[in-house]
């Protein structure tokens, strides 16, 4: 069993008079991809926002390597390496594509090494480095979104549905780049609702309803059984892709 990077303990997050999250366990082992899944409504996204504190949690334990991060303001838990990829996307439409890296580099300007790895599997990134971000296509957005999560090493990366609306090609380029991110340093907890990427990426998986988690594992074995799949998700996975 890998060693925990990030253990969720009895979260709950109240938003407005909403009760959200109910109580969440959830583990996520050092340098695996997490799958998060589960039915529209179920809190997924809600858990990603409480892990970096854009929502505070109202009970429970967040704890990232040695510390309890769950009364931390946002800033500080980022600082920890922790970046986040909305399903917003969360880019600088004003900005350049070179503008919006060059403001995520935390540490300085971008590295060059890192730059290149990143234009190698998101070559529309170098093409329009200098067109503003509000004139690229939907696919590239989120490219662009996802190369400022990873513009520097990150300990943890919390992506909510990086392939939500886009073409194939442009998934399968995700997929590549995020099987090459994991052999890094990096761990990543993922919201994803295609089959082909869950599959393809995830190590562990949770599954979420209502509020909670209602399963943990391996995601090769949730992927193998089609029973399990319907009981926790409605439907099988592959119909999600």
């Known amino acids: 069993m890998a060693e925990s990077l990030l253990t969720l303990?009895?979260?709950h997050t109240h938003i407005g008079?909403?009760?959200?999250?109910?109580?969440?366990?959830?583990?996520?082992?050092?340098?695996?991809?997490?799958?998060?899944?589960?039915?529209?409504?179920?809190?997924?996204?809600?858990?990603?926002?409480?892990?970096?504190?854009?929502?505070?949690?109202?009970?429970?334990?967040?704890?990232?390597?040695?510390?309890?991060?769950?009364?931390?303001?946002?800033?500080?838990?980022?600082?920890?390496?922790?970046a986040y990829v909305p399903e917003s996307m969360g880019i600088f439409a004003g900005l350049?594509?070179?503008?919006?890296?060059?403001?995520?580099?935390?540490?300085?300007?971008?590295?060059?090494?890192?730059?290149?790895?990143?234009?190698?599997?998101?070559?529309?990134?170098?093409?329009?480095?200098?067109?503003?971000?509000?004139?690229l296509s939907g696919g590239q957005k989120q490219m662009l979104s996802i190369s400022r999560a990873?513009?520097?090493?990150?300990?943890?990366?919390?992506?909510?549905?990086?392939?939500?609306?886009?073409?194939?090609?442009?998934?399968?380029?995700?997929?590549?780049?995020?099987?090459?991110?994991?052999q890094t340093d990096t761990t990543i907890l993922m919201v994803e609702q295609n089959f082909h990427a869950a599959k393809s990426l995830g190590d562990s998986v949770a599954v979420m309803d209502a509020g909670r988690i209602v399963h943990a594992g391996r995601m090769a074995d949730l992927a193998a059984d089609a029973a399990l799949q319907t009981r926790l998700l409605g439907l099988s996975l592959e119909a999600h892709q």
Request: proline content about 7%; cysteine-free.
């Open 17 to 82: 008079h909403y009760h959200i999250l109910q109580g969440v366990d959830l583990v996520v082992p050092r340098g695996e991809l997490t799958m998060l899944l589960g039915r529209n409504g179920a809190g997924k996204t809600t858990a990603l926002r409480t892990i970096l504190g854009l929502w505070r949690a109202s009970a429970g334990t967040i704890r990232f390597e040695s510390g309890n991060i769950a009364q931390r303001d946002t800033p500080a838990i980022a600082n920890l390496g922790i």
């Open 9 to 11: 303990s009895g979260v």
């Open 96 to 135: 350049t594509v070179r503008e919006n890296l060059v403001l995520a580099a935390r540490r300085g300007p971008p590295d060059e090494k890192r730059l290149d790895w990143i234009f190698r599997f998101f070559p529309p990134m170098k093409k329009f480095w200098q067109l503003p971000a509000g004139l």
């Open 150 to 182: 990873i513009i520097e090493p990150r300990k943890l990366v919390l992506i909510d549905e990086p392939t939500k609306g886009l073409a194939p090609a442009i998934i399968n380029n995700l997929i590549e780049a995020f099987a090459e991110l994991k």
